[in-house]
């Protein structure tokens, strides 16, 4: 007799819970929403460089973060963005960096650049050790904002590679491919 008024009682908190979440609208799941300012942490290898000829016994690589600072409207679209680009790197010798970019690419495909940080070989030093940073603050122009918000909608159809001129990889000398960005 006591099993089943248990049974029952239980039975009735079901009920119960039910009607109430219906009443209030249904349990809705809510995708969460995206921090506004996503960080892509990277780790840039020569391995995933896809050049002829491929880039053989190169020990460098760079490790930091590409943030999107991104102001949206009620609707939620983007109507200002800035990408911070910012990479610890590692040649075994003397390194001039002469680009790092955003491109539009699949792993092991080629793409073109799609956000392009303010480097080039004319205003970049020759570092002479081949150890050191690089930060560069790209602010995007109302024209490319629609490239800000498909690269947060698929970033593994993107990757970021960096070139050197000095040893010569103007094609990109370490690259890895972007994945869903960390919240901060």
Do not use: C
């Not at 600072?69 to 001039?96: H, K, L």
């Amino acid at each position: 007799m006591r099993r089943t008024l248990l049974s029952s009682a239980v039975a009735l908190v079901g009920v119960v819970a039910l009607v109430v979440i219906g009443a209030a609208g249904g349990a809705q799941a809510k995708k969460p929403a995206l921090s506004a300012t996503p960080v892509f942490k990277l780790h840039l290898k020569p391995s995933q460089e896809v050049v002829e000829p491929r880039i053989k016994g190169l020990k460098a690589g760079a490790v930091g973060s590409v943030t999107f600072d991104v102001t949206r409207n009620a609707a939620g679209a983007i109507t200002s963005g800035e990408v911070v680009f910012y990479f610890n790197y590692s040649f075994p010798g003397a390194v001039q960096v002469s680009g790092l970019h955003i491109h539009k690419g699949n792993k092991g495909a080629n793409g073109g650049v799609e956000i392009g940080a303010t480097l080039s070989a004319a205003d970049s030093a020759l570092d002479p050790d081949g150890h050191g940073n690089v930060m560069s603050v790209v602010s995007v122009v109302a024209g490319d904002l629609a490239k800000l918000q498909a690269i947060l909608d698929n970033p593994r159809g993107y990757y970021v590679n960096l070139h050197t001129t000095t040893p010569r990889h103007p094609d990109g000398a370490l690259r890895d491919q972007m994945h869903n960005p960390k919240k901060r």
